[in-house]
């Protein structure tokens, strides 16, 4: 089956650095890669939608100086997060969707989990 | 915007036992797919089940199954024979051209 490979799975940063996360779909090109957050006992908070070629779609409330999403080419999108701080902390997993026509399906990467010091 | 609803944030079923997990979403697409998703601690999103939105049928999974009704925007899973394994949140997730959102979750709780 599909594969979607996010790396890290867990880092530890200290406040005021960037972190970036990388989400790769292995065996599939995705022409859109969904980005979450996910808070202790939350659910799945869409934070940006991105599209091969183009500038991502950033949800109401989350700032995308602070998030920057790069999505190069068909099988990598990448998550930047900027001068990390302590609330910056929790799970974010990418989403990729297939993407032949038609396709309507999403693959989940593995989840990387941030800790901001 | 779309949304996905999930009103039962815990639930709990007997092991060999039957339970259903709701979902109510909205929508303006008429092209779209529904999911349920298993998340064990691990966190790692498991597909459950899938339904295309211009099927009629039902799609069902082994002990997996879902009610669909499509004017109502509700899609329900049914767990039969519930599993000690089956214990998890479950979360619905409807899924169009560019958009993919989740409900709130469900926690089950399976009691052997």
């Known amino acids: 089956g599909a594969v979607v490979s996010q790396h890290p799975s867990w880092v530890i940063c200290k406040s005021g650095t960037s972190v970036k996360i990388e989400c790769r779909s292995l065996d599939f090109q995705a022409t859109t890669m969904f980005w979450y957050r996910q808070f202790p006992k939350q659910s799945l908070m869409l934070m940006a939608t991105s599209n091969e070629g183009s500038k991502a779609t950033y949800e109401q409330g989350v700032e995308k100086d602070k998030f920057l999403i790069n999505h190069a080419s068909l099988t990598l999108s990448t998550l930047t997060v900027t001068s990390a701080h302590p609330e910056d902390s929790s799970f974010y997993i990418c989403?990729?969707?297939?993407?032949?026509?038609?396709?309507?399906?999403?693959?989940f990467g593995q989840g990387t989990r941030l800790t901001v010091v | 915007a779309q949304t996905v609803t999930q009103s039962q944030p815990e639930m709990s079923v007997q092991e060999a036992e039957t339970v259903t997990l709701s979902c109510t979403y909205d929508?303006?697409?008429?092209?779209?797919?529904l999911f349920w998703y298993k998340q064990p601690p691990s966190r790692q999103m498991i597909l459950v089940i899938r339904?295309?939105?211009?099927?009629?049928q039902n799609a069902t999974e082994n002990r997996f199954s879902v009610n669909f009704q499509k004017a109502a925007k509700s899609f329900s899973l049914k767990i039969s024979d519930s599993q000690l394994g089956d214990a998890a949140m479950y979360f619905c997730?409807?899924?169009?051209?560019?958009?993919?959102?989740f409900g709130a979750g469900t926690r089950l709780t399976v009691k052997p």
């Open positions: 929508t303006s697409e008429s092209d779209y797919y």
């Open positions: 339904q295309e939105a211009y099927k009629q």
């Open positions: 997730a409807l899924l169009n051209n560019n958009d993919m959102r």
């Open positions: 989403s990729a969707r297939d993407g032949r026509q038609g396709a309507y399906r999403a693959f």
